[in-house]
C-alpha cells in the first residue's frame, strides 16, 4: 500500500444495533446508514452510494480526475482493515452544481454490505 495513505491502526466499531455497511472483504465497518446521502451515484465497478462520513478508512493522495459530473478534486478510499479500495472522497468541485459534493464519500455498492440485517427502505 502507498505511504501516502492518511491511517489509523485504531478502528471504530459500533453497537451491533447501529445499522451500518461493512467492507465487503474484511466486515469491518465503514459508514452508518444515517450518513447515506444518495444511492443513485456511478462508481468505477458500476452502482455506488454518497455518503456524508466514512469510518474506518484510510484517504489517499488527492488527484484531480474527469468523473460523469466533472472535473473534481479526489483522493482514493481504502478500508483501514484490509487496504481494499472503496471508492472517494471529493474535496473540490469547481462546478457550483456540484459544491454539495465536497467533503463527501463515495462507497461502491459492490464493495460494501449493509450490516446489522437492516432495509434501505426503512
Known sequence: MSTDLNHSDAHTFLPPTVPSFACGTCGLEVALQDELVSR???????PAYLFRTAVNVDIGTKTSKQLLSGKHVISPIHCSGCSTELGWKYFVSPDSSQKYKEGKCILEKSKIYKDNKWSLDD
Open 40 to 46: 443513485s451515484f456511478q462508481g468505477t465497478s458500476g
